[in-house]
């Protein structure tokens, strides 16, 4: 989980969100995702990740962030996300990539697939919280851009 990941999962935390989850290829980025508030962490790289996500949430995740723009990770998270669930688009691919989902499965699961531009912010209203979630040490985004590196 790089900087962006980390830090949807700390807004997902300030959110309120009771259960966190998550996923990277590499493990030895867990500690600090779980220190910044990740519930679980599961390596994208099993084959029974679908299965163990709809296991521990019963049926699917109500939100699933797909930050990193890789094509297994997007079909992964739409995957998980349950009926009537949402599915953020954060990551970008290349501008000529295309993704393919199964539309009746789409439709009949009431899914949907939304795009977030820079965290869909508005800096007026948003950029006074953030500066406040730092001050609390609710938004630790330096430790988590760190991580980037």
Not at 8 to 30: N, Q, W
Not at 120 to 138: H, M, N, T
Request: proline fraction near 2%; glycine fraction near 12%; include cysteine.
């Amino acid at each position: 989980m790089g900087g962006v990941g980390l830090n949807a999962v700390m807004a997902a935390r300030i959110s309120g969100a009771s259960e966190i989850i998550g996923i990277d290829i590499l493990d030895s980025k867990f500690p600090l995702a779980k220190e910044l508030g990740c519930t679980r962490t599961l390596s994208a790289l099993d084959p029974k990740l679908v299965e163990t996500i709809k296991d521990l949430t019963q049926g699917g995740v109500d939100f699933a962030f797909e930050v990193s723009g890789n094509k297994a990770a997007m079909a992964s998270a739409n995957a998980i996300t349950r009926k009537g669930g949402d599915v953020i688009c954060v990551g970008l691919g290349a501008s000529t990539d295309m993704y393919q989902y199964a539309h009746a499965e789409l439709v009949g699961q009431e899914k949907s697939f939304r795009g977030s531009f820079m965290g869909s912010g508005v800096a007026e209203r948003d950029l006074p919280r953030y500066l406040k979630f730092y001050q609390e040490g609710k938004m630790r985004w330096w430790t988590a851009c760190r991580a980037a590196r």
